[in-house]
């Protein structure tokens, strides 16, 4: 029902910034909640921050003051500003959706690579 479709991912240096998009189409008008998660390997795939229909936000706390997720005013894309990368936040980035109806449905991104290195 929603297709999330990811941008931005790269490789940047210690201490600098990449800005991660993603954009949701196909059944928006339901979505309660969109966020990125990301995914090492031989790791769970864990939540890097989410932002709800109504605004409100989460973050990880490995990244709080350094991300800042947004969307845009139709509120189907969402963005991941990433600054003050460490190489520790390297991982595959993946973009969810979530629609509640009546319990959590989740739609993933294809993942997009995010490479903190010198």
């Known amino acids: 029902q929603v297709q999330l479709v990811e941008s931005g991912g790269g490789l940047v240096q210690p201490g600098g910034s990449l800005r991660l998009s993603c954009a949701a189409s196909?059944?928006?008008?339901?979505?309660?909640?969109m966020g990125w998660y990301r995914q090492v390997p031989g790791k769970e795939r864990e939540l890097v921050a989410r932002i709800t229909n109504g605004g409100n936000t989460n973050y990880a706390d490995s990244v709080k003051g350094r991300f800042t997720i947004s969307r845009d005013n139709a509120k189907n894309t969402v963005a991941l500003q990433m600054n003050s990368l460490k190489p520790e936040d390297t991982a595959v980035y993946y973009c969810?959706?979530?629609?509640?109806?009546?319990?959590?449905?989740?739609?993933w991104g294809q993942g997009t690579q995010v490479t903190v290195s010198s």
């Open positions: 969810n959706a979530v629609k509640i109806s009546p319990s959590p449905i989740n739609y």
């Open positions: 196909g059944s928006i008008f339901s979505i309660y909640a």
